[in-house]
């Protein structure tokens, strides 16, 4: 057992939450609804800074153009991802899977570092999820109000609130659902027809789809995803250890908790400690726990209730930081170590992968060449022998330009035999384009050996000879 692994605790959640009163008792009841109260600070301006970006970056890219193509396009029906001057075919899977072990090994370092901050900052499940409560609190009011307004009987104020707040959540929904198909086919075109209804009936139906995954997700599962879909909430534990930073409190200074007047100083001598048990930390937390009941899975890291303590310790003239980013070593006033063989390791695996995918990057050639045995053109047989009594066989040279550029392209073929070559000698492709191109070999039999003749079959480009790809095939020539 390593025993600098920290416990997670699952406590059960005793919130202080509204919740509509029930005229009778029910089996099945339904949640808690969880009214997240706003609250400014330094994590939260941070938090909203970096989800801004985020947004933009992803409302934005799509509509890049490089040259005259738009420049991230991951166009599933023709097989192939644009970004920019790199295009990803099928056979380039190695790239594709080399960034999602980088992705998943980026995650592992920062979170052992500093836990789940990818949740609380960057998350799209957060960054819509804070979207949609701003909708919420700017229509429906605070905290407060937004309870109230729940308690109270409909009325058509109430009514015109929840239905502007809903038309809100979807028409951003919408437009974000687009924006993201517009990643998978030319953005311009699908905003045009998809307003015009012209858009293709699985273009519709991708658009709907996410707009109704996310009006549902970040309008009503919000914490639910947190808490009870999202795999890494389970396995999170499996990477932290005491030297992790994640937000805590910071007991020893807490307690006991209690209420009391700001002129109170001596609180101490009360045994009270610091926390005045407001519950502010309670009422910002949008997954809806108590902090100081130790750390827990649903918590994401996103310091919303750093800033409401911090911001009534100021009030009350008490030092902040009883909530904090802090590491368990330091709340029990041992050394945080930073270096530490599991971060070395989340680290030099990073950098070992990161240096795979460039290499790969960087070996990767703009051809491929697939060769075939073309046996339908000769009735099934491997060969057939010609009225003049040469024995010829047939091939299907499969190529792919991967580059954006137009290339000319030289073909050959090697053998030790003296082979005479049937068909183009030079292709021209677009850029991006695939195209099979039959061509057939003939040899004298009474000039060679008969069986089998390992031959290669070789592409390069007219303009830069070195790039040259080459596979190996085989010539029958006969019993
Ligand atoms: S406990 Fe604090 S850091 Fe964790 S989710 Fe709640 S508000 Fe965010
Ligand atoms: S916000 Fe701070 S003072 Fe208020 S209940 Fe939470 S920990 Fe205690």
Redesign the pocket.
């Known amino acids: 057992m390593d025993n600098n692994r920290i416990d997670i605790k699952n406590i059960p959640v005793s919130v202080e939450t509204y919740k509509p009163e029930q005229s009778s008792q029910t089996k099945y009841a339904s949640r808690d609804r969880i009214y997240v109260r706003s609250v400014k600070g330094l994590h939260q301006s941070l938090r909203r800074n970096m989800g801004f970006v985020f947004m933009a970056l992803f409302m934005l890219l799509p509509w890049i153009q490089y040259n005259g193509t738009q420049a991230i396009l991951l166009n599933i029906g023709e097989q192939k991802f644009n970004i920019f001057a790199l295009t990803l075919w099928p056979q380039d899977f190695t790239i594709l899977a080399w960034i999602f072990v980088i992705a998943a090994y980026a995650l592992f370092f920062v979170t052992a570092f500093y836990g789940r901050v990818w949740c609380g900052y960057l998350c799209p499940q957060s960054v819509w999820t804070f979207i949609f409560m701003w909708f919420e609190e700017k229509i429906q009011g605070s905290r407060n109000q937004r309870m109230t307004l729940d308690k109270a009987p409909w009325s058509l104020s109430k009514f015109a609130k929840k239905a502007l707040t809903h038309f809100c959540w979807l028409a951003f929904a919408l437009l974000t659902s687009l924006i993201f198909v517009g990643y998978f086919t030319p953005v311009g075109p699908l905003f045009i027809n998809f307003f015009t209804f012209e858009a293709g009936f699985w273009a519709v139906l991708s658009v709907l789809f996410f707009t109704l995954c996310t009006y549902g997700n970040a309008g009503w599962m919000r914490e639910i995803m947190c808490t009870h879909i999202c795999p890494y909430a389970r396995f999170q534990s499996a990477m932290f250890d005491k030297d992790t930073f994640t937000v805590a409190?910071d007991e020893q200074r807490?307690e006991n908790?209690g209420p009391r007047s700001r002129k109170d100083t001596d609180y101490k001598a009360q045994g009270l400690g610091d926390?005045?048990?407001?519950?502010?930390?309670v009422h910002v937390c949008p997954t809806g726990i108590d902090i100081?009941n130790g750390l827990q899975y649903e918590c994401i890291n996103c310091g919303a209730?750093i800033d409401?303590?911090d911001d009534?310790m100021t009030k009350m003239g008490y030092p902040t930081g009883?909530?904090s980013y802090t590491t368990e070593h330091n709340l029990k006033g041992q050394k945080t170590r930073i270096f530490r063989g599991k971060l070395i390791g989340y680290f030099l695996v990073l950098v070992l992968v990161c240096a795979a995918f460039v290499i790969n990057l960087a070996l990767r050639k703009p051809l491929e060449l697939d060769v075939m045995l073309d046996r339908g053109s000769v009735g099934g047989s491997l060969y057939r022998e010609t009225a003049s009594g040469l024995i010829e066989n047939t091939y299907r040279l499969a190529m792919i330009n991967k580059s954006q550029q137009p290339i000319t392209l030289l073909l050959s073929v090697d053998s030790a035999e003296p082979l005479q070559w049937i068909g183009p000698t030079e292709v021209s492709l677009a850029g991006g384009e695939s195209r099979d191109v039959p061509v057939s070999l003939a040899l004298d039999p009474n000039e060679a050996n008969r069986g089998r003749i390992i031959i290669r079959f070789s592409i390069t480009d007219q303009a830069n000879p070195a790039l040259t790809v080459s596979q190996e095939s085989t010539f029958f020539a006969g019993r």
């Open positions: 409190y807490g908790r926390c005045i048990d407001c519950n502010l930390c100081r209730c409401a303590c009534t009883l909530i």
